[in-house]
């Protein structure tokens, strides 16, 4: 076997101190470094290009729409929404929180507005609405396919707690029977959302909403 050859200093030339290293690193650019960059940039554009697909996908079709066909709408390959969300359920997640913190806001300043019975009904009346408007949200606020307590279990996203400290304040009022509960106000909600669409859709849920509303008020 041929030996390295050995310099004047008594070391092979394959050999480098350590200052000689630290050197040697110093001068060589980061491996990747100026690729880094761009790709870092590239998968925030990717990221918020899923993110908009899929919110207009969860709206129109709901929660059956497809990691792939999400991709395929992006422009992206399946593998690159995996990398950000690797279920789709984490995809719809970060989707859903955004529409839920809306909502919970709103619950926030009707928790003290002075009748209490009318701020419930129109927190009612917006999940309906909101949920009408988005699929995606109506299929997880009705249990479709979507764990919501697991992706609600932060304050700021939790709209079936805030719909539940709305219904104990109105019902305290004297506004909402007393043996409702939020399980009740879900199947409400869903039943609502349960109209065939159509160009009297907007008129008849309307109608649902003031059918629950007077369901809902106590006996005289």
Do not use: Y
């Not at 998968?43 to 899923?50: F, H, I, L, P, Q």
């Not at 995809?91 to 709103?106: D, I, N, W």
């Not at 002075?114 to 927190?123: P, Q, T």
Request: net charge neutral; proline share 4%; aromatic share 4%.
């Amino acid at each position: 076997m041929a030996k390295a050859p050995v310099g004047a200093e008594g070391r092979t030339d394959v050999q480098q101190t350590d200052a000689e290293q630290a050197g040697t690193q110093a001068a060589r650019p980061a491996r990747g470094a100026d690729r880094n960059r761009p790709l870092r940039a590239d998968a925030r554009r990717n990221r918020e290009r899923v993110l908009e697909t899929a919110f207009d996908a969860f709206a129109t079709e709901g929660l059956s729409v497809s990691v792939h066909e999400i991709a395929r709408r992006a422009g992206v390959g399946t593998g690159t929404v995996s990398r950000h969300f690797p279920t789709k359920e984490a995809l719809f997640e970060a989707v859903f929180v955004s529409r839920v913190e809306r909502l919970v806001a709103m619950a926030r300043q009707l928790s003290e507005a002075e009748d209490a019975g009318a701020a419930f009904f129109s927190f009612f009346a917006a999940i309906v609405a909101e949920g009408a408007a988005n699929r995606g949200l109506a299929d997880a606020l009705t249990g479709a396919g979507f764990d919501i307590k697991t992706a609600a279990s932060e304050p700021g996203h939790d709209v079936m707690s805030a719909l539940g400290g709305l219904l104990s304040r109105a019902q305290q009022a004297g506004s909402v029977r007393c043996d409702i509960d939020t399980g009740d106000m879900i199947a409400l909600i869903t039943g609502c959302l349960a109209r065939e669409p159509g160009p009297e859709l907007p008129a008849a849920r309307d109608r649902l909403i003031s059918v629950v509303r007077e369901g809902l008020r106590p006996s005289r």
